[in-house]
């Protein structure tokens, strides 16, 4: 069905990425897997390209773009590559704009450039070891001294915080009885005393996409390091987790086409019974469910992504395009994967890192169960 969002300016950049994916992240996968995250100097490269300064104003060295629609080419470049690079997209489409909406003009001045040349990267430390996805129940705190604020606390399964520079943590700066207040964002530094990356994680996929535990000791930041005001955290992430949605939501239809668009290729290559297996009726109707069911997730996705450009997506419409395009992610994938038979088990076929990978959009960026909270209270229940 026609796609309604891109213009000249998005075929340009699809092609740019497409071009600068095959040069400088295909050839490094192998090494990639091996380390169990990206060189940096990719970073680098996708700095100097303009991929990680989309949204950064041009007056900090970034493309001034205000339409997701561009960081949603990257998603479908980076997965149609099959490539498992998901912290080059929190980067994008997650952290940076908290930097765009509420650092001060200082702090832009500290922080945008780099982050838009790839000099630095950046993550995000909500989900800590005991609360996951409840945000009011983070305990890492930051007590005022003077004119600084002391961390302590421990952050897991963040997503390119192994390789961030910069990571913006979320702290409980004070207890009222609403535990959803008295949070607040702080940017830390790393290398910076009592901040440590304890541990890049093992996962089931996206091995090269590291994923960290972090711990914070007695780390002193100053007032100055703090993001937006004292107390509001909540609010800010309230307010950004609907892009981050939709962002899993884009990502989940890549993926789908990606995987039905191999399985097609190798359909028609398959010899198994003396026939093609394209020719069976079986392989027909699998492979029509799961077309229908893309492009109904593709055109929710694209109506939502309009609605965000204009600031009208609400968290509960978000939260239905996350858990109605994850959900038929998961499905699209098993379905492709089983027209492989045992191929599709191999990991030297992309189906089968395909499934390992889809497997997350489900619990990060909110769990599906978080979700379906979401949206039932949204209808009054």
Not at 113 to 129: C, D, K, N
Not at 316 to 331: G, N, T, W
């Amino acid at each position: 069905m026609r796609n309604t969002l891109y213009g000249p300016d998005h075929k340009q950049l699809r092609t740019a990425v497409r071009a600068f994916l095959q040069r400088e992240a295909i050839p490094n996968v192998a090494t990639w897997e091996q380390q169990h995250r990206v060189d940096t100097e990719f970073y680098r490269k996708a700095g100097e390209l303009g991929i990680l300064g989309l949204q950064i104003p041009e007056s900090y060295g970034g493309g001034g773009q205000t339409s997701f629609t561009y960081n949603l080419v990257v998603a479908e470049e980076l997965i149609g590559a099959h490539l498992s690079l998901s912290p080059v997209r929190v980067h994008i489409d997650v952290v940076v704009p908290y930097f765009v909406s509420y650092a001060t003009t200082t702090q832009k001045d500290r922080w945008l450039r780099r982050l838009g040349t790839g000099e630095s990267m950046a993550s995000i430390a909500m989900s800590e070891p005991e609360t996951g996805s409840d945000i009011g129940g983070i305990k890492t705190t930051a007590r005022r001294d003077g004119d600084n604020f002391v961390i302590n606390g421990a952050k897991t399964f963040i997503t390119g915080g192994i390789n961030a520079d910069l990571v913006i943590v979320v702290a409980r700066t004070s207890r009222p009885d609403d535990r959803r207040r008295g949070l607040s964002l702080f940017v830390v530094q790393d290398g910076t005393a009592g901040f440590v990356k304890t541990r890049n994680l093992d996962k089931l996929g996206m091995q090269y996409a590291d994923t960290a535990e972090l711990s914070f000791t007695d780390v002193v930041v100053g007032a100055d390091d703090m993001l937006g005001e004292e107390g509001r955290a909540f609010e800010y992430l309230t307010s950004n987790l609907a892009q981050e949605r939709i962002s899993v939501a884009a990502g989940s239809v890549a993926m789908a086409k990606t995987a039905l668009a191999d399985t097609i290729e190798y359909v028609r290559q398959r010899q198994v019974f003396g026939r093609q297996l394209s020719q069976f009726q079986n392989t027909k109707f699998v492979l029509a469910g799961v077309s229908a069911e893309i492009e109904a997730a593709d055109s929710m996705l694209q109506r939502a992504v309009a609605e965000l450009d204009a600031a009208q997506l609400s968290g509960a419409d978000a939260a239905r395009v996350k858990l109605f395009c994850s959900e038929m992610q998961a499905q699209a994938v098993d379905s492709c994967l089983q027209l492989f038979g045992g191929y599709g088990y191999m990991l030297e076929y992309p189906i089968a890192k395909m499934y390992a990978d889809a497997r997350v959009s489900r619990i990060y960026g909110g769990s599906s169960e978080i979700m379906k909270t979401i949206i039932a209270k949204s209808l009054g229940l």
